[in-house]
C-alpha cells in the first residue's frame, strides 16, 4: 500500500486502476484494435465477396424462392344468428339471475 492514496478501497480490494482504465472502451488502446479489428473486417469480406464473384455460387447455395402463402378471403359479417332452444334458455337464466352468477 502507498503512503498516501485517494484509492484505498482499490488498492485494499486488490483491483489494479490503470489495467481497469485500459479496459475502458474509449481508452485510446482500445480505440485503436477496434480499428485494427474492423480493418480486418472489411478487408476479409471484400476478399469473400470477390472470391464468390469469381467461382459463383456453390452448386448447394442455390436459391429457392419462398413458398407463397395461400390468403383465405374474408369472412363477412353474420347478419343473423340462429340459436336453439337450450341456448335461449340458457341465456334467460343468466339475464334473470342478477349478480348471482
Known amino acids: 500500500m502507498t503512503l498516501y492514496s485517494d484509492n484505498f478501497w482499490a488498492e485494499e480490494m486488490g483491483i489494479d486502476l ?6 475502458s472502451p474509449l481508452h ?3 480505440m485503436r484494435a477496434n480499428r485494427r479489428l474492423t480493418k480486418q473486417a ?3 469480406w471484400a476478399r469473400e ?3 464468390a464473384r469469381l ?32 341456448q335461449l334458455e340458457i341465456a334467460r337464466r343468466s339475464l334473470s339471475a342478477g349478480d348471482s352468477v
Open 55 to 86: 467461382h459463383g455460387p456453390a452448386p448447394e447455395a442455390t436459391y429457392t424462392p419462398p413458398k407463397k402463402r395461400t390468403v383465405k378471403p374474408k369472412q363477412g359479417k353474420v347478419r343473423r344468428y340462429d340459436f336453439t332452444d337450450t
Open 18 to 23: 490503470d489495467a481497469l482504465k485500459r479496459e
Open 28 to 30: 485510446p488502446d482500445q
Open 49 to 51: 465477396r470477390f472470391l
Open 42 to 44: 472489411a478487408e476479409y
